[in-house]
């Protein structure tokens, strides 16, 4: 599934995601991506972020995408 629209310039999508920490905390949240991107795409790119931004080491499997907000 692609997160966006067929056949228009992909806007700006907000997704929001769920992920378990590898200390057992459950995280939540909400990244804006831009363009149109396979789901899988879109959970890799989240765990990149978090990693990033708050140093989590996730795998890409274990976010968990909720129904994208347009």
Known sequence: ????????RPAAVDVGYVVEA?????????FRLEGSR???EA????AGRLHDVH???V????????????
């Open 22 to 30: 590898p200390d057992g905390e459950v995280l939540c949240g909400t």
């Open 43 to 46: 959970r890799s790119f989240i």
């Open 1 to 8: 599934m692609k997160l966006g629209r067929i056949g228009v």
């Open 59 to 70: 795998a890409w499997r274990q976010v968990h995408l909720l129904e994208p907000a347009s």
């Open 38 to 40: 396979t789901e899988d």
């Open 55 to 57: 140093g989590l080491r």
